[in-house]
């Protein structure tokens, strides 16, 4: 593996790659020999962090429900054991747990690992870190791949007995915990007895939420589906923003008459939900009831966000609950080191929340946590149920169901150097937008216009993509017709361009 295929699986701040054929054109990149040589360089980037040497290390590791997840986890787990470290085994685990594994005072692991690749098709895989202080930023990774390609002759050792841990238990436990504290009551009282909560998890990791949180607690989780690991994700793809998967627990919750549909990715460090009516409630709208759940304990509170919601969303923090909200740049990494640097400036911040359903809470260690979310509805819900209201009361003055549209479109970038040519278009709409006259608020990616006018209201935003020769567009218009009058300002901001192909625009 030469060093621009092995740097072609950074991903941000985790490894993304192919892991097994099934894919035409897709050349398979994350193989177990990989996993094995850059498992082991964490080991040796942790001891060098920890001042420790690597055989007084314990790290933990668990996998997703993907094909290649033993494969990947006994390699990687060589690797580390190979390095020196004392490696515990957790088998099927989720992303978030494997965080806490370095947390419970059970197991304080000093790293781990998780073999995922979140939502993408089964062929994929990838592994992600974690150690005392959350998952690893894009410059840890980029280090401990220096490290690997530093050893390029090392082989993969076969060892697969390594000691056992049931972290998902431990994990469910704490949650459970979470519930009781939260309703002021014990598990043996049976606090969600009077609810009916469907959950979806698309085959992935967090069957266990139903299984293991749910029904000790006395909730009727029988509207449930595809609960079972299956690595293949024959029924969807288990992704909180895929329509697809939306309307599976939308029909879960309509057809079983549920009080609450819940949906995770395969990692379940995202959710979403459905109310009982089968209203979804996904992207800006996960954001506004998880922030209104929260806002009477953290009055006048910073929300921070991806850049990408909505101007009803901010409306709706600042004018209905009082708080105030902080639009930063895409990627959950960096909407929760905005949050964590915003507490630590004494300014409350009590959650980061991405669109995709990436959300960090405060209390939770800043841990983007699909369960965790879950449980803060669930608490909220049966508190709403006992005192005679809906969930949906949470967001009743949160714009919902507008005439307008929102869109993306995705603009190529056709020149050589694509990152500076980027830079110089969004310069160019910046400059002819002020000359226009449009309002610009202030944003830290891209450039973003609003309009409050009588003849349009909506907004745009230009961005560039983090990896790839492209310039996404986001359109958001609040009434019929202003969807398309955005596009149209779009079409004269970016053309003629030389280096800009917009012809998704027609």
């Known amino acids: 593996m030469t060093k621009s295929e092995l740097f072609s699986l950074q991903n941000g701040s985790d490894i993304r790659g192919t892991a097994c054929d099934g ?7 994350l193989t177990p020999q990989t996993a094995f040589r ?69 197991t304080f692991f000093d790293g781990s690992v998780m073999i995922t690749a979140s939502h993408l098709p089964f ?42 841990f049931d972290l998902v238990s431990l994990y469910a436990t704490f949650l459970k915990q979470k519930i009781c504290d939260g309703l002021g009551k014990n598990e043996s009282e049976k606090p969600l007895k009077n609810l009916k909560i469907a959950v979806d998890c698309g085959n992935g990791a967090g069957g266990f939420f139903a299984e293991k949180i749910l029904v000790p607690l006395g909730a009727d989780t029988s509207g449930s589906c595809f609960l079972e690991p299956d690595g293949m994700f024959p029924n969807h793809i288990p992704n909180p923003e895929n329509p697809a998967a939306i309307k599976s627990i939308r029909d879960a919750v309509i057809n079983s008459g549920a009080d609450l549909g819940l949906i995770f990715d395969t990692d379940v460090d995202r959710m979403s939900a459905v109310f009982s009516n089968g209203e979804e409630v996904n992207r800006d709208a996960i954001i ?79 841990l983007d946590d699909g369960a965790y979310l879950a449980v803060k509805l669930i608490i909220a819900l049966s508190k709403a149920e006992q005192s005679g209201k809906k969930l949906e009361s949470y967001i009743a003055g949160f714009k919902k169901g507008l005439l307008g549209e929102e869109k ?87 053309s003629p361009s030389p280096v800009l192909d917009i012809s998704c625009l027609k």
């Open 123 to 164: 062929n994929r895989n990838g592994i992600k870190f974690f150690d005392h202080d959350g998952g690893l930023d894009h410059e840890d990774i980029t280090i401990i791949l220096d490290i690997t390609e530093n050893e390029e002759n090392l082989i993969c050792q076969e060892k697969t007995d390594f000691e056992k």
């Open 408 to 494: 993306e479109f995705r603009l190529k970038i056709t020149a050589e150097d694509f990152a500076s040519a980027g830079k110089e278009i969004l310069k160019s709409i910046r400059k002819t937008a002020a000359e226009k006259g449009y309002i610009l608020p202030v944003t830290y990616e891209g450039v973003r216009i609003s309009f409050k006018n009588e003849d349009l209201r909506g907004w745009i935003l230009f961005r560039m993509s983090l990896h790839d020769p492209v310039m996404p567009v986001n359109v958001e218009g609040e009434r019929a017709g202003d969807c398309r009058k955005l596009t149209e300002i779009v079409k004269s901001l970016v």
């Open 23 to 29: 894919i035409p054109g897709e050349k398979v990149n």
């Open 288 to 366: 506004a009831l998880i922030s209104s759940i929260l806002a009477e304990e953290n009055p006048g509170s910073t929300i921070v966000t991806d850049s990408v919601t909505s101007d009803r969303l901010t409306d709706f923090l600042e004018n209905h609950l009082g708080l105030k909200h902080l639009r930063f740049v895409r990627g959950y990494k960096n909407v929760i080191n905005k949050q964590k640097e915003l507490n630590e400036q004494g300014i409350n911040c009590p959650l980061a929340m991405e669109t995709s359903g990436h959300g960090a809470l405060k209390e939770n260690y800043y």
């Open 38 to 106: 850059i498992a082991r360089a964490f080991v040796q980037w942790l001891s060098i962090k920890l001042k420790k040497n690597p055989d007084e290390l314990t790290v933990g590791i668990g996998r997703d429900s993907r094909i290649t997840g033993p494969s990947l986890l006994n390699a990687a787990a060589a690797g580390m054991s190979q390095a020196g470290a004392k490696v515990i085994d957790c088998g099927m685990a989720t992303t978030p747990a494997m965080f806490m594994s370095c947390v419970f005072c059970e």
